[in-house]
Every structure is written in C-alpha cells, then in structure tokens.
C-alpha cells in the first residue's frame, strides 16, 4: 500500500481548503486532497458575492464591521457565537482586499471603488460581487495563486476514514478514484474542509458532490455533528430543476408576485420586502403556495423584467442564461418561476466550547467552511456570509497552526498499527458489499432525500419528523446490505456513490432527530406545532453523538454577551 506523509492535510479544495494550503505553503510540508479537480469545488457555483463592511457611505452613514456583526447575529436568530461572529466580520474587509490584491475581478463602481450589492437581512448595501458569478471567480483567483506557491495537490482521491492513535489524529485513509487502490495519508494535523452536505435533500441547488464526507467521516471518528437542524431552504431556486437564482436578483431590485400579483412580502416583512432574511422569505414562499397563492400550486414569479435588460446583462448575467436555458424563460422579457429549495447547511462538525476556532474534541482534527460549525451563523445564514467564512478561516486556521507549531510525532508503529486496521475495516466493508445482495445505493438514497424533503422540509411537524426518524432508522438498516455489484475499484462510481450515501445518511438521521428534539422555531429550523422561539429551554447548540442505543443529544451554550437577545422583525 502507498502511505504519503505531511505536515499538514487538507481535505477539500473549495474557498476553504485553499485559503489554508495557501496559508502553510512555502512554509510547511502540506497537501491538498480533493475528491474533483479544485475549481470543480461547489464554491465555484456562488453568485452573489461575498459581504464585507468597507466603510463605504450610504444615505450619509458609514458601514462598520459592527453592524455587520449585528445583522449576522439577528439573522442567526440569536444563536451564533457572538464572539466569533464579530472576529469574522472584522477581519471582512481585509479578506476582499487581500482577494483584490491577489487578481480577483470584482464588479467596481465609476469611481474605481469595489461595488457592493444590498442583501437579505443585511442593514447597509456590503455584499462586494463579480457580476453573478464572484465564486467562479474567487475561486481561480485562489487555485492559480496556489498552483504558484506551489501547494502539493491530490486530485481525484476520495478520503474515506480516519485514523487516530494515542486519542490524536494520525492519518486518513483515502481511494485514489482512477486506479482504484487506498492510499494512506499519515499527519498530526488534518483540516476537514469538505462542504456542504445538501445532496441529503432530494431538491437541492448544491453540486451533486456536496455529500457531507468530511462530516461522516469525523462521526464515526467521534466527533459530534452541530446544529444540523439548521437547514438553510433558498427561496428562490428555478422551478423544475432547483438550480438557485441568486439572492442578488432581489439585491438588484427583484419582486416577487403571486398568481393574484400581489408582492405578498407586504405581509410578513412591510419594511425588508424581498430582502428580509431567507428563512423568512422562503416562508412566504411556501405559505402562498399552501394556501392556494402559488402558480400551478408549486411557484411564484420572481420578476426584474422592471429593472431593464441594460441591468440585468450587466449585473446577472448568469441568472438570465440559466433561466433561458432551464426554463425557457428570458427575465428581460418575462417572470422567472421560483420556488424554496434545500440551500445551505448552517450545522456541521461540530468544534469545541473553548480553544481555537475550528478545534474538535479530536486533537489535531481541525474544521473550516461549509462543513463545520463554528458558529457563525446559527439558526440562519446571511447571503454573502459563508464566502466570507471560508476565506477568514481558512486563513486564520493557516495562521494559528503556525503559530502553534508541529506537535511531537507519535510512534511510527503505532501509527502503522492503526492504519493496518482502518485499511481491514475497509477492505471488509467493500468485500461486503460486493457479496451483499440487497438495495442499490441510489435506491436507498432516493428514499432519504424523499423523506427529508417531505417530512423535514420548510415547515416541520411532530408528526412527519416522527415519521422520517422511522424511515431513516429502516434505511440505515438497508444500507447495512447494499450491494456495489462491480468489483473492478478503477473509476467505479458505484463505489464512490456508495461511499457517499454511508456519510449522507447519519447526517440525514441527524438532522431529523435533532428536528424533532428541538420544540420551538428558531431561524430556518419552523415547527408549525411549536411557532414561537424558546429561549428558556432552547438557546443552546445541538451537539450529536452515536450512542450505544442509536443517537444522542448533548446541548452546549451559546456564547452571548456583545448583543442582546432579542425578537427578530424585518
Ligand atoms: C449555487 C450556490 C451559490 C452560492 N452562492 C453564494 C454566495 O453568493 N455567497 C456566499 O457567501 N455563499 C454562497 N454559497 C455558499 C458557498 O458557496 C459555500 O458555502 C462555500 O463556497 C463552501 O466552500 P467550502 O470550501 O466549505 O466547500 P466546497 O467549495 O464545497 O469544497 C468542498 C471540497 O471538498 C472536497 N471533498 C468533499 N468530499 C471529499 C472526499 N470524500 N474526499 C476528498 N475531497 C472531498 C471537494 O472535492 C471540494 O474540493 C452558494 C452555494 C451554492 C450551492
């Protein structure tokens, strides 16, 4: 078997993961694994820009990265670290420059300053953008500036477990896709940067690789998953195909109308409109279309056809390709159909109480960007938000490991005794596999998106969480015998779907547990039988564990203390 060995691993090679390697590069022995070819990462897929207070002028006031923390924090509907929230959006503003300074094309205004957009939720116009596409363009910025500093790269390898000695990290163990075989990556300092996990859902606007491996694997190595209740549902993804018309669509001036064209947001949010927060919106979405306000029962129309076609070629570009291409519709001339769709994931890996930004219980296991929780953004995120997150942290992570320096190695035959053993537990399982003679993974996979679609949606009930807890019990049961009927490891991606839906389905069952444990409505997390927030029993962090009788739920505080704790209205 080939083992490599390195200072430092990062798993992922979105916004996240490059902004770390490019933080030890030059100084540090570091690799890069990713499952695709880095600028495949899903980070490729934002639109519509990342937020930073600037201090530009707007009405006669200046943009502070106070306020900006303030929104963030009401738009977690109070359940963010405050503290770290406000670390995130101080160190904003030098995050975009630092891009700029690096070559990212940002969209500017006349006078040469960097423009910006107004968001959801957001109180200044702060979210800086590339037109429509900022992560296409973030991200090469990154992956060309660490192809020149040299950060060592494995493509297309899949991690797939974990291995520790003497209770730290010690290594993973990953499928090298094109030739089939595991390869062992041994280091004392591994930074899971693995994305989002929305492919859980059946309808989702995330990239079909987002399955939540980094998440799955440190569950099974221990540690907890956080908050994963907090499933972020975009109001306004295409009718048909879910891909996500961006935020910035309403940031540039959109409506959105019902089939009796009305701007039904009057009811819910008189003064944000279209751009109250996104659990918010995508709320009144849904809710007219349960009582009857929808087109075809399904949709609304989000219409820019007022802001002219000058605007719109110039600032959504992207947005009026997909809509013409997915749905025949050009938002020059006509309104696009838009329903909520599976978005983002607010929870995570979860990290500790105390210590550093991105720590697990597991030491030298590090996490940062979308698939961790550290928590920026609690119960709901901002538009713009998780951009700015990836690059913060990835940098700070960089920097603090540095800091902190390389810790003593453990003994080698130590090391060689477990990654012998995460090797045999592998080869068993896919050795299972191939003889196993039950469900296809895709079937049991559609099977939990369904669920979670329907029971574990927009608005949740005790009931339908009941019955998707029951449901993914049973699938977890199925899995147990699914079969991989190819036996040939080289590009199978039968195998690696299957490796995927292994992850996928404890975050699955995860979050519908949680769902039902959490009695109240908090940000994205709403249950018709419990509308009100609860502060009393329910400030507090989900923290998940696999128990020896199936899940279990430990709560950890949230940490206030800059902000009070207030009701939320827009
Ligand atoms: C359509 C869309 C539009 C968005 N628009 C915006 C926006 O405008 N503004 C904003 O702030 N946010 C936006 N977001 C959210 C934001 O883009 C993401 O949260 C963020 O880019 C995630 O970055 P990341 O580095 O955490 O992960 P990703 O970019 O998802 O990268 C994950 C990496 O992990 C690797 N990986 C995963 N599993 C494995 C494995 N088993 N083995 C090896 N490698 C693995 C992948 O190959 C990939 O390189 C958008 C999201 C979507 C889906």
Not at 227 to 237: G, L
Not at 248 to 268: I, Q
Not at 476 to 482: P, V
Request: glycine fraction near 10%; charge should be neutral; charged fraction near 25%.
């Amino acid at each position: 078997m080939r083992v490599e060995e390195f200072d430092v691993l990062i798993i992922g090679a979105g916004l996240s993961g490059l902004r770390a390697g490019l933080e030890f590069s030059k100084k540090w022995n570091i690799a890069v694994i990713s499952k695709v070819y880095p600028v495949r990462s899903h980070s490729g897929a934002a639109q519509g820009g990342i937020n930073a207070a600037l201090g530009n002028l707007d009405e006669g006031k200046e943009d502070t990265p106070k306020g900006h923390a303030f929104d963030t924090v009401k738009g977690s509907d109070y359940l963010a670290d405050q503290d770290v929230v406000m670390f995130m959006c101080k160190e904003a503003p030098k995050i975009v420059v630092e891009f700029e300074s690096m070559g990212a094309p940002f969209s500017r205004l006349k006078s040469g300053l960097i423009a910006q957009r107004p968001f959801g939720g957001a109180g200044f116009p702060r979210t800086c953008y590339a037109g429509d596409r900022t992560g296409h363009a973030l991200l090469h910025t990154l992956n060309e500036q660490s192809v020149r500093n040299g950060v060592t790269f494995f493509d297309e390898y899949f991690l797939v477990d974990l291995f520790i000695t003497e209770g730290k990290i010690a290594g993973l163990i990953t499928l090298d896709i094109a030739k089939g075989e595991l390869v062992s990556f041994r280091s004392p300092y591994i930074i899971l940067a693995t994305g989002g996990f929305g492919r859980i859902f059946e309808y989702s606007t995330n990239a079909v690789i987002n399955t939540g491996d980094g998440v799955g694997a440190a569950f099974r190595a221990g540690v907890p998953m956080q908050d994963v209740e907090f499933v972020q549902f975009h109001p306004t993804t295409l009718y048909g195909t879910n891909i996500l018309i961006t935020e910035g669509a309403r940031g540039e001036g959109g409506y959105l109308f019902n089939k009796n064209g009305e701007r039904f947001m009057e009811k819910t949010a008189p003064k944000a409109m279209e751009l109250a927060p996104r659990d918010i919106v995508a709320r009144a979405i849904e809710t007219e279309v349960i009582e009857g306000r929808g087109f075809e029962d399904a949709y609304v129309h989000l219409d820019l056809t007022h802001l002219g076609a000058e605007k719109i070629k110039e600032r959504l570009p992207g947005i009026r390709e997909i809509s013409i291409y997915f749905a025949g519709v050009d938002p020059i001339e006509k309104p696009i159909p838009v329903q909520p769709g599976q978005h983002y994931s607010m929870g995570g890996i979860g990290t500790k109480f105390d210590g550093d930004y991105g720590e697990t219980d597991l030491p030298g296991l590090y996490t940062i960007g979308e698939c961790s929780c550290l928590s920026v953004h609690g119960a709901n995120r901002l538009g713009g938000n998780s951009l700015l997150e990836t690059a913060v942290f990835g940098r700070y992570i960089g920097r603090k490991l540095i800091e902190k320096g390389l810790p003593n190695k453990p003994s080698s035959s130590d090391v060689q005794a477990a990654e012998e053993k995460a090797i045999n537990n592998i080869e068993r399982l896919f050795k299972s596999w191939n003889e196993n003679a039950g469900k296809k993974s895709v079937e049991i996979r559609n099977e939990m998106g369904a669920t979670l679609n329907k029971n574990v949606g927009v608005y949740r009930t005790d009931k339908d969480l009941k019955k998707s807890n029951t449901t993914l019990q049973s699938l977890q049961k199925e899995f147990l015998n699914t079969q991989v009927s190819t036996e040939d490891r080289r590009f199978n991606y039968g195998l690696i779907r299957t490796l995927e839906l292994r992850n996928m389905i404890d975050i699955a069952e995860a979050t519908a547990y949680a769902s039902l444990w959490r009695k109240e409505s908090r940000g994205a997390h709403f249950r018709t039988d419990y509308p009100s927030r609860n502060d009393n029993d329910y400030l507090v962090h989900t923290m998940i564990y696999r128990g020896k009788n199936g899940l279990e739920i430990r709560t950890k505080p949230v940490k206030l203390g800059i902000f009070e704790v207030k009701e939320r209205k827009y």
